[in-house]
T-cell receptor, first 113, second 114 residues
C-alpha cells in the first residue's frame, strides 16, 4: 500500500536552533496534512497542503509541498521547548476516501533548554 | 474550541472480552473516523463513517470490529473478542466534510488487553 517515509526519526536540538523534517513518497500525492503529537497526547492538525510547490507559514513554522507533489517538509525556526513532540506527515490514501490518512512514522523532536 | 470527546480514557480488558469505545464527535461534523496507534508506532487508519454507514475501512478493520452511531451524538467502536495485539490507543476523529477540512482527533482511549 501507499507509504510515506519521514526523516529523521529523531532530532535533538538546542533551544533556538532550527529544525526540519522531511516527508517523501514514491507516488504523487493529492494533498498532505501535517500533525503534531505531544508526548502522551493526540494528533493535532497543523496544516494541509494541496498545490504543487505550495508554501505556507504559521509563525515560526514553514510548510512546503514539492513541485512534483511527492515530498513535503516542515521547518521550525528558532525552536522552543513548547515545540517538543512528534511531527507526522499524513497524505490522504490514494484512491481512498477523504479522511483516510496514511501517517508517516513521524519525527520526534526534543528541545534542550 | 469544540472538541471530540472519548470515553473511557483507559480500559483494561481480558483477552476474548468485548470492548466498546465511545466517542462524541464535534456537533456539526458529518464525517467520523477511528484510528489506532500501537505504543511507539505510527497512527493507523481503521475506518471512516458517513451518513450512517462505513465509507471505507482498512485491512486492520476485520470482522471483529464494528462501528455504530446509535443516536445523534455518539459514535462507537466495538471490538467483539479482543486479542493481545489489539492493545493500543484508539483515536476517534471527525470533520465537517471529507475534503480539505481539518480532521479533529479526540484524546484517545487507551486499551490494554491482558
Amino acid at each position: 500500500g501507499q507509504q510515506v517515509m519521514q526523516i529523521p526519526q529523531y532530532q535533538h536540538v538546542q533551544e533556538g536552533e532550527d529544525f526540519t523534517t522531511y516527508c517523501n513518497s514514491s507516488t504523487t500525492l493529492s494533498n498532505i496534512q501535517w500533525y503534531k503529537q505531544r508526548p502522551g497526547g493526540h494528533p493535532v492538525f497543523l496544516i494541509q497542503l494541496v498545490k504543487s510547490g505550495e508554501v505556507k507559514k504559521q509563525k515560526r513554522l514553514t510548510f512546503q509541498f514539492g513541485e512534483a507533489k511527492k515530498n513535503s517538509s516542515l521547518h521550525i525556526t528558532a525552536t522552543q521547548t513548547t515545540d517538543v513532540g512528534t511531527y507526522f506527515c499524513a497524505p490522504e490514501n490514494y484512491g481512498g476516501s477523504q479522511g483516510n490518512l496514511i501517517f508517516g512514522k513521524g519525527t520526534k523532536l526534543s528541545v534542550k533548554p | 474550541e469544540p472538541e471530540v470527546t472519548q470515553t473511557p480514557s483507559h480500559q483494561v480488558t481480558q483477552m476474548g472480552q468485548e470492548v466498546i469505545l465511545r466517542c462524541v464527535p464535534i456537533s456539526n461534523h458529518l464525517y467520523f473516523y477511528w484510528y489506532r496507534q500501537i505504543l511507539g508506532q505510527k497512527v493507523e487508519f481503521l475506518v471512516s463513517f458517513y451518513n450512517n454507514e462505513i465509507s471505507e475501512k482498512s485491512e486492520i478493520f476485520d470482522d471483529q470490529f464494528s462501528v455504530e452511531r446509535p443516536d445523534g451524538s455518539n459514535f462507537t467502536l466495538k471490538i467483539r473478542s479482543t486479542k493481545l495485539e489489539d492493545s493500543a490507543m484508539y483515536f476517534c476523529a471527525s470533520s465537517v466534510t471529507s475534503s480539505g477540512n481539518t480532521i479533529y482527533f479526540g484524546e484517545g482511549s487507551w486499551l490494554t488487553v491482558v
